[in-house]
Structure formats: structure tokens, C-alpha cells
């Protein structure tokens, strides 16, 4: 693709020079470091690669291989399953469309299954295939099965397609349980392709490994086994990770690692915002620091990516970016993209970026996948993804045409972003994060169950992995005594009316998205899952689309839909939530340091209430606090397991500042135990909470209790030691998995808590601030309308105290 015709070589190197002069900028680089350039490892295209497919190759100017996609080849075609390992742009999709195809070319009746997380990533990729089969002269179609697939197509694919092209969604609830209608697809089904494995971790990845299991189960049925391909970002176990995904031993899963594809030039930096607070060790707002670093490189023409960590953010940076070049650049060449637009709109995007039409892009994680955005030179990162891996990802998004580039992190105030501003090291040389799913998870396991019943009676002697044999019996039994399947002759029978994946969301998220119409003209704007809605969608919000604000005037829960009006505020709201939690269940307890003082820890099981209780207006461009408002709204309810560590009462009386003191020191302890344990645990931050008692995640006053009046903290009715309450209030930090039902976070915690603590006192004394800050024990939780700030002067020296007194020696 020839370069636009904006585009300006010298550009980007007169940015870099500016800001490596530049007395504002430079100081603010915790991190500048240039990665140089990697030749290209080649092989010669297999002898045993099918002649269409070859020619289709040789047609597109390819003569030779990248070294892995030669090994990729030679272990698909032998039969084994096979993950891919390798950068951003290093040539993956080659690695499964030349097994697929060849063996299509040899074989008319063969099929293949690929599944993208998302629709974009799967529409992005039938060009892709498209132009290959073109070039080969196969005649055979590729078609999309997804949610936007007109009837036609669907039949066609279901008929006629040797590719069908889908999401993980879809395969659970439009192709498993209706698997005859499949069956010429799936009888002869060589290969199935799990693109961008990596992001099935967590509640989600465990989800879709028992989607696989159910594909390979019903496959069987058919009389077909298939051979997987996967492809992944760089992650720290791709191949455990692989084998746990697809349910076999990881022995049988072949890695391709070490990427034969050529490399630019890169130059990464991390920008931590200027002091603008000494006292309170507060920074500049890192959305307008990444607006003002992506308008220098705007306005040099350099093509360049914004990552927001939230949609709100997203649209934020856009009307800021907008501004900030207005009479330089059209705005139309600014977009924005995320979740919630349109698909017509989406598409229009990608194109766009493809084309070069587009200069710069605001997006989400949405773009953060290998869709093709055309020729980027420069990624900013506004906060830290959550994973060195999602980070790396992100960065490898410009480049893409072996051109130099430049990656920015710009870093929040929250802790563990400064804890990388202060330590690069952990981001440029750091291990990659694992991926991790708990397939046995009981919620997730018995929802599949249920779903695999549906699509087939299981047999006598048929166990359903991860179970064995006998449990998997039990676990059909217990359903049989709730009357969901009917044993007979030892053979279970699905035995209602009820279709069990309608009612299995795998993103934990309901199947109705709340519509947002514009009330003056009736015109669709936009779609948000029920997760977001209570926050974005509550009555007096400002929903913010395309760079334009509207004010939500109804929400209508019942039906899903939200009607807005557009309006030309000088503010946008955020909402405030409060948290309750009750332990419902103790699983196990220690006495840490041989229960030194009375500290006990915890785990076990929790019920989390949140509530919507109000919303704040912040004015654009100055963020100053212009007003709240009151939202009501009806509670949102999740159950997960979580750590939890208790502070005896005395001991919090007997502090300087007595029971206040300890609350806010365990406050930011909970804050450094956060940073400690996600990075021990490699997971993403979002994967935590985070609660002190009833209080919630420092976000004003807690739910009223009818022993405590408003604005103290109510006595958490879980924390017990051997089943049985403790008298007064004990403040408790929890730390629980931020997913229903949990994914086994809470309990590396709790087996870890010591040693953790301790390397928490460590973090802590390790900060320069005198009494605390943003990336030791955590920013201050924004205040109710005429009070302080939460946190107090003496938060990360109550931290110490509390720490030294419960687990170190005197």
C-alpha cells in the first residue's frame, strides 16, 4: 500500500527531537530506550504445500516463509495441534490458512472452523483469506457466521462454506445446539483456529475452554477429531495455556515461538505526568498529557493510536485532540473507536485507517486485537492496560510495515502505574504475564453441563472434562435431582423445555444491551451491555458519542432502552458507586506471624452489593468539580471468593489516631498488598477489587446500617474466626476476584499474605513521600459534596505502624 500522501517521513524524528529538547517533556520521561531493528529469518515455501495454494502465494509476492510460519506448517500438517507465539504483524493468519487451505485443495469435502474474539477481528480477516483463495483460484467460499449475518449467508454457510468464520459466542449458542444442521461441517472438520488466544483468560477464557471441550464432544458425535491452531501475543505460558484452552495434556500441543518476521526500529518511552500537588503527591491529568503528546505528532502528520482505558476517556481525548487541532486537521480525520458504535460505523473506521483517510484514531482494547489498521508510526498509551503483555500489544500496533516507530506509556496516578513509572524495568524487561483460566470452576462448569446435556446425552461411562469419570456422574446426578436431566439405563437425557445457552453468558455480561436512541429524532446512536449501563446510562448522565455530548433524559431498564438529546454542555459526569460485602462462607483462616496480636487472615466465599448512588459533573478541559447529583437505580449483586485480613480491634484503638487512623492504614495497605499481588500473580488489575469493610473502594459514604449511622464504616459481618463472630468492629481488608464465582486469584493471596505483606511494608518504605501518596498507599477517594478528602495526612504511616505491629518484629 503506497504511503498517503500526507505522510512525511522526517516527521516523527522532528517530534522526537522536540521533545528530547524540550525542558517540559523531557524531564517527565521516566524511561527512553530504543529497540533496534531485526533482520527477517526465512525458509523456502514446503515442497508438500498443495500447487494452488503455492501458486495463490507466488500470485501475492510471496517466495519464501518467515521461519515460524515453515515450523507452524510443517506441525499442522502432521496432525498436531499447534500455538503460534509470536509479535504483533508477524505474519500469524499465514501460519493457519496454508494448512487450512491445503488441505481444502487436496480434500473439497474438508472444513475448517476459525474463532476471533470479535466480530471487527473476524470480518478483517475474511478479506484476508478472500484475496488467498483468489490468488490460489480455489473457488471455495469463506463466510462470517455472526450476529450481523444476514439469513442468506447463513444458510449459505451452513451448506455450502468449508470456512465458517465465527466468534466464540455464536459457536456456543447458534452452532452447538443446533449441530445437525452443521453436519457437513462438522464430519469432516480437520481444523479449528483460536486467534488472539490470549484473551481468553480469566472468567471469559474459562468460559470458552468449555465451548472447545462441548466443539470437540459434538465433533466426535460426527465422527471428526480436529486438529486446533492457535495464535497468541506474547504470553508467559502459551503452551500450558493452549493445552488448558482446548482440554488435552501439554504434551500434545507443539510451540511456535521465536518470530522469523523482520522487526523496525522502535523507540519507547514512559511519561509520568509533572507534579501539579507536592504536599498530596498529585500529578497533571494523564488524559491531557496523552492529548497534548499525540496533538505534537498530529500536527507533524504522523499517524497515531490513543489507547483510553474506558470508553468515557475515549470520547474525552476526542473532543480534547479535536480541539486542540482545530483549523490544522479536519476532524473527521480524528476518530474515535470503541465498544458501542454501530457496526456500519466500525467498519466505516476500519476502512478509513486502512486507507489512510483516517490520521489519527481513540480507541479501546477494541483495536487493541490484530485487526489491520493500515500504516501507524506511533502508539500512546493513556494508563497502564493492566499486563506487560496487553502493553506490548498495544505498542505493536505502529510499525506494522517495518517503518521506525514510537510507543508511549503515559501513567495514571494510581499505584501501580507509578510503581512502573518508578521502575520501568518491569515493563521493558519484566517477565510476560501468564494467562490463566479455571475450567473447574463450579458456576462456570455446571452452566456448560447443562448446555453439553442439551446438544447430546451423555452415555454411560462418559465423563465431561475437566471432571473424572465419577464426578462427572455426580455432577449429572445433581442435575437429575433438580430435574434438568432425566437418567435412564444409566444414560442422562435432557429434560426440559428450557435452552440452557440463551441463559450462559461466557463474557458475564447480559445477553440485552440497553439501546441509546436520540429522543429528537429517533435515530439508533449507539448499544452499552447492562454492566455499563447503570454508570453511563442513569438519568441527568452525559453520554458522550463521537466526540458530541447527550444527556440521558429516560432510562427504561424494563425495555432496555435509554433516550437521550444532544446538548452542548461544559461538563461530563462520572458516577458514584458504593460497595457492600458479606462473607457467606469461611473456607479457611491462618494466624499470620503465629497470630501475632490477634491477625487473622481469610478466605472463603462473598456476596458484593453495588450501588449507583450519585453522579459527579466534571468540567472539561480544567476538570474542576461542577456539581452531583442523585441516581437511583436498582442494586447490582455478584458472588466471587476473596482474601481478607482482619485488624483486632484493640489493636486498632491502640493506634495513634485510634480506629480512623487504622481504617485509612489499612487503606493503603490494601493499595500496596493490590500492586504487590497483581504483579506476583501477573494478572490485570481489573481482575481485583479491592473493599475495606462496607465502605467500598474509597468512594465516598457507605451503605447506611441500622447500627451505624451514616458516614462510619459498618462492621463487616464475615471476617470470624472459626465460625464465630467477633464482638465490636475489626476493620478487614478484602482483596476478592473481581469475577462471579472467582478464577482462583483470592486463594494465591491468602496462601501468599505473609510473605506479600512484608514485600508490601518494603514498597512502602521504598516511596520518598512523607506521608503518603498516589503510588505508595493509594490517591485520595473523591469527597461528598462539602467534605475532605478520605485520605489522611497519616495514611502511609498508620500503614507502617499497622504493618510493623502484626507481622514484623518490634
Known amino acids: 500500500m503506497p504511503a498517503p500522501p500526507w505522510k512525511s517521513p522526517s516527521g516523527l524524528e522532528h517530534v522526537l527531537a522536540s521533545w528530547v529538547a524540550s525542558g517540559a517533556v523531557r524531564p ?59 509479535p504483533t504483524a508477524s505474519g500469524k493468519s499465514l501460519c493457519f490458512h496454508m494448512p487450512i ?24 480477516q475474511e478479506a484476508s483469506i478472500h484475496e488467498l483463495i483468489k490468488s490460489a483460484g480455489l473457488g471455495i467460499p469463506a463466510v462470517v457466521y455472526d450476529g450481523d449475518t444476514p439469513g442468506d449467508a447463513r444458510r449459505a454457510a451452513r451448506e455450502r462454506s468449508p470456512i465458517v468464520m465465527t466468534n466464540p459466542d455464536m459457536l456456543h449458542s447458534g452452532i452447538l445446539p443446533h449441530h445437525a444442521h452443521w453436519a457437513r461441517t462438522l464430519q469432516k472438520l480437520r481444523y479449528v483456529v483460536v486467534d488472539e488466544s490470549h484473551t481468553y483468560r480469566g472468567v471469559f477464557g474459562s468460559h470458552v475452554a468449555h465451548v472447545l471441550r462441548r466443539l470437540r464432544r459434538v465433533a466426535a458425535f460426527h465422527g471428526a477429531s480436529p486438529t486446533f491452531l492457535l495464535a497468541t501475543a506474547t504470553i508467559g505460558n502459551p503452551r500450558e495455556h493452549a493445552a488448558r484452552l482446548i482440554g488435552v495434556d501439554t504434551g500434545d500441543v507443539e510451540l511456535v515461538g521465536d518470530s522469523g518476521a523482520p522487526q523496525g526500529e522502535r523507540r519507547v518511552f514512559v511519561y509520568n505526568p509533572p507534579v501539579v500537588n507536592a504536599e498530596l503527591g498529585i500529578r497533571g491529568s494523564y488524559l491531557k498529557s496523552a492529548v497534548r503528546l499525540a496533538a505534537d505528532l498530529l500536527r507533524a502528520r504522523v499517524p497515531t493510536m490513543v489507547f483510553g482505558p474506558s470508553r468515557n476517556s475515549v470520547e474525552i481525548m476526542l473532543k480534547y485532540l479535536r480541539a486542540a487541532l482545530e483549523g490544522v486537521i479536519d476532524e473527521r480525520a480524528i476518530m474515535a473507536y470503541r465498544g458501542g458504535y454501530l457496526p456500519e460505523v466500525r467498519r466505516s473506521i476500519e476502512r478509513g485507517l486502512r486507507a489512510g483517510e483516517i490520521l489519527g484514531v481513540v480507541a479501546t482494547n477494541a483495536l487493541e486485537l490484530g485487526i489491520d489498521v493500515g500504516d501507524l508510526d506511533a502508539v500512546i498509551c493513556a494508563g497502564y492496560p493492566g499486563s506487560v503483555a496487553g502493553t506490548w500489544q498495544r505498542f505493536g500496533r505502529a510499525g506494522r510495515r517495518g517503518d521506525k516507530s514510537v510507543a508511549l506509556l503515559v501513567t495514571t496516578s494510581d499505584p ?16 510476560i504475564e501468564e494467562a490463566r483460566i479455571e475450567p473447574e470452576n463450579t458456576e462456570v462448569l455446571i452452566q456448560h453441563l447443562k448446555c453439553a446435556a442439551f446438544e447430546l446425552p451423555f452415555l454411560a461411562g462418559e465423563a465431561y472434562p475437566p471432571l473424572p469419570l465419577d464426578e462427572s456422574a455426580e455432577a449429572l446426578r445433581f442435575l437429575a435431582g433438580h430435574g434438568v436431566v432425566h437418567e435412564e439405563d444409566g444414560r442422562f437425557h435432557w429434560a426440559t423445555d428450557a435452552y440452557p445457552a440463551n441463559h450462559v453468558s461466557l463474557r458475564s455480561v447480559g445477553w ?22 447503570p454508570t453511563m446510562l442513569h438519568e441527568q448522565a452525559i453520554y458522550q458519542h463521537d466526540g458530541e455530548q447527550y444527556q440521558v433524559e429516560q432510562l427504561d431498564n424494563e425495555n432496555h432502552k435509554a433516550y437521550v438529546k444532544k446538548v452542548i454542555p461544559d461538563y461530563f459526569t462520572t458516577a458514584m458507586t458504593n460497595r457492600k460485602i458479606t462473607v457467606m462462607d469461611v473456607t479457611k483462616e491462618d494466624a499470620l506471624a503465629g497470630e501475632r496480636l ?53 489493636v486498632a484503638l491502640d493506634l495513634e489516631g485510634g480506629r480512623a487512623a487504622a481504617i485509612d492504614g489499612l487503606r493503603g495497605i490494601g493499595r500496596g498488598l493490590e500492586t504487590i499481588a497483581t504483579l506476583a500473580l501477573m494478572c490485570d488489575p481489573s481482575d481485583l477489587g479491592m473493599s475495606i469493610g462496607d465502605a467500598g473502594e474509597g468512594d465516598g459514604a457507605p451503605a447506611p446500617s441500622k447500627k451505624v449511622a451514616p458516614n462510619k464504616i459498618a ?21 476478592f476476584d473481581n469475577v462471579p464465582g472467582g478464577i482462583g486469584l483470592a486463594a494465591r493471596i491468602f496462601e501468599n499474605a505473609e510473605p506479600w505483606l512484608r514485600k508490601t511494608r518494603s514498597y512502602l518504605a521504598a516511596c520518598d513521600c512523607p506521608h503518603g501518596c498516589p503510588r505508595c498507599v493509594g490517591p485520595a477517594a473523591p469527597p461528598l459534596p462539602g ?21 514484623l518484629d518490634d
Request: glycine content about 8%; some cysteine.
Open 416 to 431: 501501580l502505574d507509578q510503581f512502573l513509572a518508578a521502575n520501568p524495568e518491569h515493563l521493558l524487561d519484566g517477565a
Open 598 to 650: 490477634g491477625s487473622i487472615s481469610g478466605l472463603g466465599e462473598i456476596s458484593i452489593i453495588e450501588k449507583v448512588v450519585g453522579f459527579k459533573k466534571v468540567k472539561f478541559f480544567t476538570h474542576e468539580n461542577a456539581g452531583y447529583g442523585e441516581v437511583r437505580l436498582p442494586d447490582i449483586q455478584m458472588h466471587t471468593t476473596a482474601f481478607w485480613w482482619t485488624i483486632p480491634e484493640d
Open 101 to 124: 487451505l491445503d488441505a481444502i485443495a487436496r480434500d473439497p469435502g474438508a472444513s475448517a472452523l476459525y474463532l476471533y474474539p470479535t466480530k471487527a477481528l473476524a470480518r478483517d
Open 512 to 533: 440485552d444491551n440497553t439501546v441509546i436512541i436520540d429522543k429528537s429524532t429517533g435515530r439508533t446512536l449507539a448499544e452499552l451491555d447492562w454492566r455499563a449501563t
Open 28 to 86: 517527565c520521561f521516566t524511561a527512553d530506550r530504543e529497540l533496534a531493528s531485526r533482520p527477517p529469518r526465512t525458509a523456502p515455501i514446503p515442497e508438500e504445500l498443495a500447487v494452488e495454494v503455492r501458486a495463490g502465494l507466488e500470485k501475492r509476492g510471496i517466495t519464501e516463509l518467515w521461519d515460524h510460519q515453515a515450523r507452524a506448517f510443517a506441525a499442522a500438517r502432521a496432525g498436531r495441534h499447534v500455538v503460534v507465539c509470536t
Open 787 to 807: 467534605a475532605a478528602p478520605t485520605m489522611g495526612p497519616m495514611r502511609k504511616k498508620a500503614a507502617a505502624r499497622l504493618l510493623d505491629l502484626l507481622l
Open 715 to 735: 462492621a463487616p459481618p464475615g471476617p470470624i474466626r472459626s465460625g464465630k463472630p467477633r464482638p465490636g468492629f475489626d476493620p478487614t481488608l478484602f482483596l
